[in-house]
């Protein structure tokens, strides 16, 4: 019984034994070609071909200003490869289109256009009338200051758009077009947001330079993170990391920002206080002179009555005002105002069942944001799914998809409460919102899908445990936000801080330009693209 064991146990030590040689043979019975054994990351015995070896190694042993186009290996069939291009396409994780390519090209992608344009509309709709009311609130109940709460909680509001787009180019369609949408949306909102707030000004509207002063700052240190970080193309768990310590970090810095401010006062207060007493005794030593009580009387009733017209002007117009309703047909409205209702009456029909107003229903306000999030996760999912079948249909890069018409959607709550608030003459918050929304749109929204897919692709023991961008030059374009950065400080600087329709001109010209350049950038027409889709 034992000597049959054995047997059997040499038996198949000799055969284990046969197949190597006989691996090895066969990996080296080409003449040209010469393989080598490597011990994989884990663990595990490859091949490869000493000539792929040594273009690795000279790659690894020699800095250069590309590292996206570096060598990128698989391993197929126990065999370590180049990669030529990159197999498949992110359209294959949606479900199967309807039309064919050419019904397509003939007029069809029309229908994805306009359900594009209604998804659109139903993440403006509910942003604005929604999320950031419900934001508000939470703002108020926790006795935030204004510029702090706009880039903070509102600018988390704000990003969540692009953080589940994102979401769903790492985990599901594992394409460019998240990392495309947070680089345009960034660009839109440095220069596009303050431009549009600026043309829509009637009058010049100051913003507060600090604050201004603060959020470019951080966003600049968030940027250059973002440059070291996706410069050689890829992300791995630790880098994913960085950002998600940042985004505490910002939180931090915010909700402190308001005492440093406090101390900077008090400083210069101390500093001036002598001065500031010897006004106050000089002061006091002057004769104010006699006060004309009548001419005051009389102004004080002036003033009350044409105080009292007007109110009853106001509540004559409240009261010819019919009430808004969902079930009310505006005829004494514009045209256009009805075709708009008309357009956005399904959406606002299914968001009125389904989440709390916060105006009307305040205490529900945690229920509202919770519906608010999962609304915008699936409409996100429409986007990118109409996104890029329309992509697909024309050949358009994603990240260029991602750059342009996902980042204009994804910027429709910015650009429409900016919009809104200047003309009421408070566009000043708008763009601490933006600048906020930018900086979380990179720890938020990057950070954490980053983090997540790099940490399971560890956990699983992937050969590849990073999170690969197939973009052209994303060090580029990212580093270019900087330059957008310096731009729109220094315009408001000269504008002496100040939303005017000359300020929102150049600042117009500024975003035709770097958008041009991203654009550019990403067709591979300035920087080599590297590998592209099969």
Request: with cysteine; proline share 4%; charged share 15%.
């Amino acid at each position: 019984m034992y000597a049959t064991f054995y047997i059997s146990v040499c038996a198949i030590i000799i055969l284990c034994i046969t197949y190597q040689v006989a691996a090895n043979e066969e990996f080296n019975s080409t003449s040209d070609t010469i393989y080598v054994p490597i011990i994989n990351n884990n663990g595990e015995t490859v091949y490869i071909t000493e000539e792929l070896m040594r273009k690795l190694d000279g790659e690894l042993d020699t800095w250069h200003w590309t590292p996206w186009l570096r060598t990128r290996t698989e391993i197929s069939q126990n065999v370590v490869k180049e990669v030529e291009c990159i197999g498949g396409d992110s359209i294959n994780s949606f479900p199967d289109d309807i039309f064919t390519q050419e019904q397509l090209l003939h007029g069809a992608f029309l229908l994805y256009v306009l359900f594009g344009i209604y998804s659109f509309t139903l993440l403006t709709i509910v942003c604005n009338d929604f999320f950031i009311p419900c934001v508000e609130l939470i703002c108020e109940d926790l006795k935030i200051p204004q510029n702090v709460a706009a880039a903070t909680f509102m600018s988390v509001a704000t990003s969540c758009p692009e953080f589940f787009v994102n979401t769903i180019s790492t985990f599901l369609t594992q394409s460019d077009m998240g990392v495309g949408t947070i680089i345009g949306s960034a660009i839109f909102n440095a220069l596009g947001v303050a431009a549009i707030g600026s043309l829509a000004a009637v009058t010049p509207i100051a913003i507060e330079r600090r604050p201004v002063t603060r959020d470019v700052l951080i966003y600049m240190c968030n940027v250059i993170a973002l440059v070291i970080i996706v410069w050689d193309g890829r992300i791995e768990w630790y880098e994913a990391l960085v950002l998600l310590i940042l985004y505490v970090i910002y939180f931090i810095v915010m909700f402190n920002s308001t005492r440093a401010f406090a101390f900077y006062d008090a400083l210069v207060e101390r500093n001036r206080q002598n001065n500031t007493n010897i006004i106050k005794r000089d002061s006091k030593q002057v004769e104010e002179g006699i006060p004309n009580k009548a001419f005051n009387d009389t102004e004080k009733t002036n003033n009350i009555s044409n105080l009292e017209k007007v109110g009853h002007a106001e509540k004559e117009e409240v009261s010819e005002k019919p009430e808004k309703s969902l079930w009310r047909y505006p005829r004494e409205n514009s045209l256009p105002y009805r075709i708009w209702w008309v357009f956005t009456w399904p959406l606002k029909l299914i968001l009125s069942f389904t989440i709390p107003l916060p105006a009307k229903y305040r205490k529900l306000y945690p229920l509202t944001f919770i519906m608010c999030i999962v609304w915008i996760g699936v409409n996100s999912y429409f986007v990118s799914w109409s996104m890029t079948v329309i992509g697909h249909t024309f050949q358009i890069p994603e990240s260029v998809m991602g750059m342009t018409f996902l980042a204009f959607g994804g910027c429709l709550p910015e650009a429409c409460s900016i919009f809104i608030m200047s003309r009421r003459g408070e566009g000043g918050m708008g763009v601490s919102n933006a600048l906020g929304a930018n900086s979380l749109a990179i720890l938020f929204a990057l950070g954490i899908p980053w983090f997540i897919k790099t940490i399971t692709l560890v956990a699983q023991n992937s050969e590849t445990t990073s999170v690969y961008i197939n973009s052209a030059g994303i060090g580029f374009i990212v580093g270019s936000l900087l330059v957008a950065l310096v731009c729109l400080y220094i315009t408001l600087f000269i504008g002496k801080f100040e939303l005017k329709k000359p300020v929102g001109c150049v600042l117009v010209v500024f975003y035709s330009i770097f958008i041009t350049i991203a654009i550019l950038v990403e067709m591979g027409i300035i920087i080599d693209k590297g590998i592209d889709f099969c």
